[in-house]
């Protein structure tokens, strides 16, 4: 799966110092910066007519803790109160289905008629622990990561020798074209009952090879869905323009959290070199933020990879499923020139960029030189907002993250996830967590 590059040898975190930290790039040429001026991180950001408090985010961490008419458990309300307490301007609220069967687990959150009121409950509780921070719903369909029963019950958006290999799903059937036409009406019919909810807006999940991310990188397809470029988009495009007119409300955000490299040869990947996977090409990537500017989308949160193939990609990482072929500084460096290259093109576009957690207690210096060289609008962070929830009023208020709070990228949250558990830092959080993982491994 793994090609052996130019990198540097994979290393696990070992700096005690953001001067360490700082030297090591230099001396190996990893294009990050660092800026002892924190102050720039407390500074707001316009979406429309919208305003982010500060340019801190929280990343969609799925709990995997819903109920069962799929809305939030005790378990997920005492996550949001957390994030909402953290100081955060911007909670990406977790990924929620569309409809059952696009549930990659069997207590993903679904937003329906019937759980309405208890979503309002939510968003009036982040809204008043938070004083008033956005909230964005991720809304999505899992594909071929489907798992509502908690089985494998793959929906295949196209032929990919790679991953269906990977997952063994050679003999599965694409979904059809009309089906998709169908499912259009589902992330409209969701859209709107986020609106309804309170929310300030939805995310087109096109990211880590989900269904919509999989259609953008659909060459292989037939039909009017796949293929061409603007066949590629066509489900994206085609939400879009339907949610816009569903909700009717200008000041509703429309989003997308989407991957703009997916590190998967051609012609099975997206944003990819069609000679070396291993390079990114942004060029369609470019494209598709310009068209989407062009139909009211006004923020993007960039990302990479998929964590079922590739996850050092989209999280760089401590310990996982294997050894990467690069230093986890690369990565964190192509997540960060990623979204700084779509920012670059596209300057107009709120960017929410990725790739923070694995930087630990170093991470607000670097964001805060992303920030300074207008290289994202919005810093997110993701597992460091389960180990560390208060991270941005840390920040904020004293200057700087406390090591001892940080993600240590130990990849346990996601053990817990893939055993069918409810996911949590089991380092950080783990008067919750610690029990599940032990029950997990007796």
């Excluded at 991953?163 to 059809?176: E, G, N, P, S």
């Excluded at 904020?396 to 990228?409: Q, T």
């Amino acid at each position: 799966m793994l090609v052996k590059g130019d990198s540097m040898e994979y290393s696990r975190f070992n700096f005690k110092t953001k001067k360490q930290m700082e030297d090591f790039c230099k001396e190996n040429e990893i294009p990050l910066g660092f800026s002892d001026n924190l102050s720039v991180l407390a500074q707001s950001v316009r979406i429309g007519e919208k305003v982010v408090k500060n340019s801190l985010g929280i990343h969609p961490m799925e709990g995997c803790d819903g109920n069962a008419d799929g809305s939030c458990s005790d378990l997920t309300l005492r996550r949001y109160k957390r994030f909402a307490n953290g100081g955060a301007g911007l909670i990406w609220f977790e990924a929620t289905a569309v409809n059952k069967n696009g549930k990659a687990n069997p207590r993903q959150l679904q937003i329906t008629e019937e759980n309405l009121e208890k979503y309002k409950h939510v968003v009036n509780m982040i809204r008043k622990e938070s004083k008033g921070c956005i909230i964005v719903m991720q809304l999505t369909h899992s594909g071929r990561f489907s798992k509502p029963e908690g089985k494998p019950a793959p929906i295949l958006e196209c032929k990919n020798d790679i991953l269906d290999r990977h997952q063994r799903l050679q003999k599965l059937d694409v979904i059809t074209d009309d089906e998709l036409e169908a499912l259009e009406e589902d992330f409209v019919n969701s859209a709107v009952l986020a609106y309804k909810a309170g929310f300030d807006g939805v995310d087109m999940k096109a990211c880590h090879r989900y269904l919509n991310s999989g259609l953008l990188g659909a060459f292989t397809r037939e039909g009017k869905y796949g293929g061409s470029f603007e066949n590629r988009i066509r489900f994206m495009v085609n939400c879009v323009d339907k949610i816009r007119a569903a909700v009717n409300d200008d000041n509703f955000i429309i989003s997308t959290r989407i991957n703009i490299y997916d590190s998967i040869p051609y012609p099975y990947g997206f944003g990819v070199n069609k000679c070396n996977y291993l390079l990114p090409d942004y060029d369609e990537p470019v494209k598709l933020a310009k068209i989407l500017y062009s139909k009211g989308v006004r923020l993007l949160n960039v990302t990479m990879g998929t964590p079922y193939y590739n996850p050092h990609i989209n999280r760089p990482f401590d310990t996982g499923e294997y050894i990467p072929h690069e230093h986890p500084l690369e990565g964190v460096a192509r997540l960060i020139s990623g979204a700084a290259e779509i920012k670059k093109q596209v300057p107009e576009m709120v960017v929410m960029g990725t790739g923070y957690s694995w930087l630990r207690n170093f991470a607000p210096y670097v964001a805060a030189y992303v920030k300074e060289n207008n290289m994202a609008d919005i810093i997110g962070f993701g597992r460091v907002s389960l180990a560390y929830p208060d991270f941005a009023n840390d920040i904020l208020k004293n200057n700087g993250m406390v090591s001892n709070k940080c993600c240590i990228c130990c990849g346990k949250c996601v053990e817990l996830m893939r055993a069918g558990s409810t996911p949590g830092c089991v380092i950080k959080d783990g008067e919750v967590y610690l029990p599940l993982y032990r029950e997990l491994n007796k």
